[in-house]
């Protein structure tokens, strides 16, 4: 099992609330990834993160911001969810960029009623 | 469009049949690479294969490449009622900022 949390595990919430969801790692990888991914469906990219201070976003356009402020930890926040916003949202990192194996976290699967 | 897609979407045997999945990409790509997801959890990562390479072996697990056919395969022999679970595969295109593209998953089920 990889070194790599996400909390909570489900949230059910009403349009409108600000949520922060929470990813973090002990395995010291600099590089860090936010999917979402609906039921069936493939992995988009949303966010990811070359180290400390740095976040840029990803190929799929989401309304959610991130920060990297301390290595290990790579939170993900919705200022106003909707119900658009429901999805499983996996963390990943990685020692290297992209190519190199990436290690998830067991993922948060958001409802937003 | 998908970069890789899975074939086929889904596939269900019996304990100790041999599983094959497949996967097909559109570009040239650095490395391959297959991840399984076990039903609500996160991806864990089974095997990398780089594009200079043919075959590679893991356990019960064979990946094969054909760089010039944009595609590759993985094996699960004699498969287990615990490898029941989406597989997915995942390309780093060469120029496209190394990132990985995940194909739509292959759901396996394997019967008791």
């Known amino acids: 099992e990889a070194d790599i949390y996400q909390t909570p595990r489900y949230l059910v919430i009403g349009t409108g609330k600000k949520i922060t969801l929470e990813c973090s790692q002990t395995m010291g990888h600099d590089k860090m990834y936010w999917y979402q991914q609906d039921p069936g469906m493939e992995l988009h990219l949303i966010h990811y993160?070359?180290?400390?201070?740095?976040?840029e976003k990803g190929d799929l356009s989401s309304e959610s911001t991130v920060s990297r402020i301390r290595t290990e930890h790579f939170p993900l926040t919705l200022e106003s969810a909707r119900p658009s916003h429901t999805s499983q949202y996996l963390c990943?990192?990685?020692?290297?960029?992209?190519?190199?194996?990436?290690?998830f976290g067991p993922g948060t699967r958001l409802t937003v009623l | 469009s998908q970069q890789g897609e899975e074939d086929p979407q889904a596939l269900s045997i019996q304990e100790g049949e041999n599983a094959t999945m497949n996967c097909s990409y559109k570009t040239s790509i650095n490395n391959l690479q297959w991840y399984r997801q076990n039903s609500g959890r996160g991806l864990v990562h089974l095997i990398l294969?780089?594009?200079?390479?043919r075959e590679k072996h893991s356990g019960r697990l064979r990946v094969t490449l054909d760089t010039s056919k944009k595609s590759s395969s993985l094996l699960i022999t004699a498969s287990r009622a615990a490898d029941t679970a989406s597989y997915f595969c995942?390309?780093?295109?060469?120029?496209?900022?190394?990132?990985?593209?995940f194909g739509k998953g292959i759901t396996l089920s394997v019967r008791p």
């Open positions: 294969i780089r594009s200079n390479e």
């Open positions: 990943a990192s990685s020692e290297y960029w992209g190519s190199d194996t990436q290690y």
């Open positions: 993160s070359y180290g400390v201070n740095s976040t």
């Open positions: 995942a390309t780093d295109q060469t120029g496209a900022n190394s990132k990985l593209t």
